[in-house]
């Protein structure tokens, strides 16, 4: 599988992380960090990404064939620029080939609460087949600790993409 993960903003910087980590060696990641992502890596990790203002990468080709992308976390301004079309950064751009090409495109917003304007931008997209999935933690998988409801998400993420994992007890 050929997945591009793209980070925006800055929170929620370390839980993107785990979930690169998570992933099962097989997966052929495309990492792209915005601005305010990178600062948090280049302080607290030593991490290789693409230059977000590179829309030349391969990733910005419909004609390099990826499998899914997911945004996280997702900004409101990333949101709001891949609703209304705006291609002006890789992510963006990446996320307009992935929607038309018709690719799995999974947006993890991260803000809350939201507001009408945000709440209209992932109607508007969810229409489209884009999957809406904010970092929402599942307390009916009785998590003891942050890391059980890190792995709760990621989980469901990785559920998303059809990526086996045992990172939380599923319902029997």
Same mark, same amino acid.
């Given at each position: ?22 992933? &099962? ?22 991490? *290789? ?16 064939? *990826? ?5 996280? &976390? ?17 992510? *963006? ?15 993890? &917003? ?45 989980g469901k993420w990785f559920d998303l993409l059809d990526i086996e994992h045992d990172l939380f007890k599923r319902w029997e």
């Amino acid at each position: 599988m050929k997945l591009i993960v793209a980070i925006t903003g800055a929170s929620g910087v370390l839980l993107a992380e785990k979930f690169i980590q998570k992933l &099962p060696k097989s997966v052929e990641v495309f990492l792209v960090v915005s601005k305010n992502a990178q600062t948090v890596f280049q302080k607290e990790q030593n991490i *290789t990404t693409f230059d977000n203002s590179n829309i030349s990468a391969s990733i910005a080709s419909g004609s390099f064939k *990826t499998d899914a992308m997911i945004v996280l &976390p997702c900004s409101m301004n990333t949101l709001a620029k891949i609703s209304s079309g705006i291609s002006d950064n890789l992510t *963006t751009r990446a996320a307009s080939v992935m929607i038309k090409e018709q690719r799995k495109l999974i947006l993890a &917003p991260r803000e809350m609460p939201f507001s009408a304007i945000s709440l209209e931008n992932m109607l508007k997209l969810s229409r489209l087949n884009i999957i809406i999935a904010p970092p929402v933690i599942g307390y009916y998988a009785n998590p003891d600790s942050l890391e059980d409801m890190e792995n709760f998400m990621i989980g469901k993420w990785f559920d998303l993409l059809d990526i086996e994992h045992d990172l939380f007890k599923r319902w029997e």
